[in-house]
């Protein structure tokens, strides 16, 4: 480990109580069996925090207009005491970086400092992180930053242009594929397979000439790939947003179970220490504040932390470290998430009534109830909040038809419009945008 910052000195600790407290919680964390990335700590005031908040931890990320303003945003909440800051941030990288605010007591920092453990842990174990590219992610983020800032200063493309390609770009950075692991067949494989299903089966009649043969759902690089009128460093540009997207989607996919993880073995790591009384009562008081219930929400935190506990307690540890190698939150929740765990966490689903403009309670975890509730909450974790779209074809007019994957959910129009309108720029030729809402096909 090492920290970045020469005057640490603060009213209860120094570098030297750091590095100390840093020791013991790596060889308790050995003792469990954890593998993780060697962490490199930032020591950063409350500002450069919400710097860092602004920019995902990644302060070498691209400009872009939506950075500063989520600064500002935070910014004006903490000023208010609307919100507080994360007590820790850490990178996806190797060694993993990791930011603590200088502003914290000690038993904040001993406690995210084991709780930094779990998230690399988690990092480096998981599948869907398998291919993020943890050595060479830092390097990919500066090299996007690098081409943006050379954009920017190019007099005849300038920071009008590329903002104009990052908006659009932004709005369907997400729409790329959800499985990690499985790799998208090349054409001349999709064609190889189309060619021997056709020779096993007689009444099997695909279009060969079909761009793309089968549902393409990383849309961004397809248009990239296959966009008529994008010049080279608008094409590139796009390639950028992609692969950073690439990058955060997997954190999308396993928030609960990356947090609850983390929160785990933070609370196993701290207990192994026998922390002296002063240190001890505060850590377990910070500790029941992250893992407290919401009023009315979902608290990542406090779900992952509480399932986890069920698997320990049922199947033992050595259980839990399988499962946080496999699974991605809705096969966690699927699996694990049973009818006496939903019970006990009192968890229920609700709609919101447009026409009255009132909020129901629909389903209760008692009896049959649970099951609807566990599914409800599945629907709504990560990305599955965000709608999917695919490329179906090319038409022979160059128009690309483009679906929506409808799963009991209608499209908002407003947002689906607006998005259109940007599909339409980058394609630069016509686009269709199609799907079923209220049970009737719209064509944007």
């Known amino acids: 480990m090492r920290f970045s910052e020469e005057n640490l000195l603060m009213s209860d600790w120094t570098e030297a109580d750091l590095i100390k407290w840093d020791d013991k919680i790596l060889r308790v964390a050995e003792e469990l069996g954890l593998d993780w990335h060697p962490i490199d700590y930032e020591i950063i005031d409350y500002q450069e925090m919400l710097g860092a908040m602004a920019y995902v931890g990644l302060p070498t990320h691209y400009r872009h207009w939506s950075f500063g303003k989520e600064y500002e945003r935070t910014h004006t909440l903490y000023n208010m005491g609307q919100t507080g800051l994360p007590y820790e941030m850490i990178i996806n990288s190797n060694p993993s970086i990791a930011y603590l605010m200088r502003e914290n007591a000690l038993y904040i920092h001993i406690l995210t400092m084991a709780h930094c453990v779990g998230h690399s842990d988690f990092f480096k174990q998981n599948r869907m992180f398998s291919d993020t590219n943890p050595n ?128 785990t073995i933070h609370y196993k790591i701290v207990h192994e220490l026998n922390l002296p009384d002063g240190l001890h009562l505060p850590f377990l008081k910070l500790h029941n504040q992250v893992v407290r219930p919401h009023l009315g929400q979902m608290n990542p935190y406090h779900l992952g932390f509480k399932l986890f506990e069920k698997i320990i307690e049922d199947e033992g540890f050595e259980a839990a470290m ?26 229920f689903s609700y709609s919101f009534k447009k026409a009255k403009k009132s909020t129901t309670i629909d389903d209760i975890s008692d009896g049959e109830g649970w099951e609807k509730v566990r ?31 409808h799963d009991g959910r209608d499209l908002d129009i407003q947002y689906a419009n607006k998005v259109y309108k940007h599909l339409e720029a980058l394609w630069g030729d016509k686009v269709k945008l199609v799907s079923l809402i209220e049970n009737e096909t719209w064509e944007f």
């Open 375 to 405: 599914d409800e909450l599945i629907r709504n974790v990560g990305l599955n909040r965000v709608p999917i779209v695919y490329v179906d074809e090319i038409e022979k007019d160059n128009t690309l038809v483009i679906k929506h994957e």
């Open 136 to 263: 060479h992610i830092i390097d990919t983020f500066k090299a996007g930053s690098r081409f943006v800032r050379q954009l920017i200063e190019d007099p005849s493309i300038g920071i009008d242009n590329v903002e104009a390609i990052l908006d659009a770009a932004h709005s369907i950075k997400y729409q790329g594929p959800r499985f990690r692991g499985v790799k998208q067949q090349s054409r001349e494989d999709q064609l190889v397979n189309a060619r021997n299903r056709m020779s096993a089966d007689p009444e099997y009649h695909p279009d060969l000439e079909k761009i793309p043969l089968q549902p393409e759902y990383n849309v961004l690089q397809f248009i990239a790939e296959h966009s008529k009128h994008l010049k080279e460093w608008e094409r590139h540009l796009l390639l950028i947003v992609e692969e950073s997207s690439q990058y955060f989607i997997p954190q999308a996919l396993t928030k609960i179970m990356n947090e609850g993880w983390a929160c």
């Open 322 to 347: 399988r499962v946080r190698e496999v699974h991605n939150d809705m096969s966690f929740l699927r699996f694990y998430a049973d009818e006496q765990f939903m019970q006990d966490m009192n968890y």
